[in-house]
């Protein structure tokens, strides 16, 4: 019976990939050829409100089925719903319905945790841990996370555990999105979104190595740490020789999910609409986009477990697109296109002013008065008059580091402009590059200077 039972699972796992790759088809068409049936009839319909309330009767539809594909298949398709679960980037009936599942993947059972661990770390988990909470403070696509206290130091740390299994899941999952993917840009959208799926299967496999991920926890620190008199954010501490490829030990820091800052608010006796609430939540983002601009324009790191480093070539180009998007410099923008590797046809009379609405969708988080989505694959997109045909695998972190603060900025009802907040930096590294030149260099340098001077003299101008 043990040896039939051993065939039988074994025989499970080989058929799994296949299985889970006909239930992504069968939903993923069923999804698509909705969308398109609504697209055909709405054709036909001469009246605007009619039509609008069609779409948004797709929308929901299209969101239910968005949602029980992502929360039944988990894996990669978790990941999927925290990209598209932004008011900035899907139909808000999309987001009402994903950004449930952030951090709602099936937890793995806690005797299996145990035993990842003390596999890892080769010590009994009784010998580790003084208390161990059982329920995970969160648990999402590769790994969930657990509050503990250390035995030997008592203290209260956080200890991430990756799911057994998740990697060669996700393995199967990427390869169907790049079909997806090829299929997507073939037919109906004009931009590389192949190149996006590719440079996501580099970061997944990045991801499921936590020694990586603690070497860059570390850099990170000891970088904004550096860089600045009072880092923007705080980076958790890696505990010494609690680390290892599949369990990562930090310390534990209290605190409250951005999104869920304006019912923190509310408990506390402020107001979530007042000038108090604004300004604490335009202080939060302006931290957080100084970081990342900090982290891409200098240091060429993204995140933890999506480590970054861009040639230097490709980041002081990003940074002369950063200046051209700050200054509303259209023609400077297209120069900055060709100079990064962004390959575009256009079919567009106003090509510049085009390209550079398009370089908003996808590097600024800035949005039109009364505009409160802004994707670049929106029907008004300027992708429909200009083709993206090769965009730079290496950028993709930084397109997804802008959707994450354009969607926080949306969600907190503010407005506000990352590459207006990175010009200063961007003219930094190109300054040092010895990139700017003529007039242009010199206003830069007086301003680097004088940006140097008050930092050092506590921010008093004399």
């Not at 050829?33 to 009619?50: H, I, M, N, P, W």
């Not at 696509?141 to 206290?149: D, K, L, N, P």
């Not at 002369?320 to 990064?340: G, H, P, Q």
């Amino acid at each position: 019976m043990a040896k039939l039972q051993d065939i039988g699972d074994r025989i499970t796992d080989r058929l799994r990939p296949w299985s889970r790759s006909a239930e992504f088809w069968v939903r993923a068409a069923d999804i698509y050829t909705s969308y398109k049936v609504c697209q055909l009839r709405a054709g036909f319909v001469k009246d605007e409100e009619e039509r609008e309330a069609m779409w948004e009767q797709q929308h929901e539809l299209g969101a239910q089925k968005m949602y029980s594909l992502c929360s039944e298949l988990g894996g990669l398709f978790l990941k999927a719903a925290q990209i598209l679960g932004k008011p900035d980037l899907a139909p808000m009936a999309w987001v009402k319905r994903l950004v449930t599942l952030c951090d709602k993947a099936p937890a793995t059972p806690i005797d299996v945790v145990r035993d990842v661990v003390e596999k890892q770390f080769g010590k009994s988990f009784d010998d580790i841990f003084e208390c161990f909470d059982v329920e995970p403070v969160g648990s999402a696509s590769i790994a969930q996370v657990h509050r503990a206290r250390l035995r030997l130091s008592k203290t209260d740390v956080a200890v991430k555990v990756q799911h057994p299994g998740a990697e060669k899941l996700m393995m199967v999952d990427i390869r169907n999105m790049q079909a997806l993917a090829l299929f997507l840009q073939k037919y109906d959208i004009n931009f590389d979104l192949y190149s996006a799926t590719k440079e996501m299967e580099k970061q997944i496999c990045y991801e499921f190595d936590f020694v990586r991920e603690a070497k860059a926890m570390e850099r990170i620190w000891e970088f904004l740490r550096v860089t600045n008199k009072k880092p923007p954010v705080i980076v958790p501490r890696v505990i010494p020789e609690m680390v290892s490829r599949e369990v990562l030990v930090m310390e534990f820091i209290e605190g409250t999910p951005i999104m869920n800052l304006g019912n923190e608010m509310a408990k506390r006796g402020i107001d979530p609409g007042g000038k108090i609430a604004t300004m604490a939540k335009q202080k939060i983002l302006t931290d957080l986009t100084l970081a990342y601009g900090q982290m891409i324009l200098k240091d060429a790191l993204l995140d933890y477990g999506q480590v970054k480093a861009m040639p230097d070539d490709l980041r002081l180009a990003y940074a002369n697109l950063v200046i051209a998007m700050a200054d509303d410099d259209f023609l400077r923008t297209k120069e900055s296109f060709r100079e990064i590797g962004i390959e575009t046809w256009s079919i567009a009379d106003n090509e510049l002013e085009e390209l550079f609405q398009l370089s908003l969708r996808m590097f600024d988080t800035r949005l039109p008065p009364g505009v409160t989505t802004m994707s670049p694959f929106a029907e008004d997109s300027s992708l429909n008059k200009i083709g993206v045909q090769s965009f730079p695998e290496e950028l993709f972190s930084v397109l997804r580091t802008i959707q994450l603060l354009r969607g926080l900025t949306v969600g907190m009802g503010l407005r506000f402009s990352c590459a207006q907040q990175w010009k200063p930096i961007a003219e930094e590294a190109l300054l040092k590059s010895g990139r700017l030149k003529d007039a242009r260099s010199r206003r830069a340098q007086r301003s680097f200077v004088r940006r140097l001077f008050w930092r050092d003299n506590g921010n008093q101008e004399t």
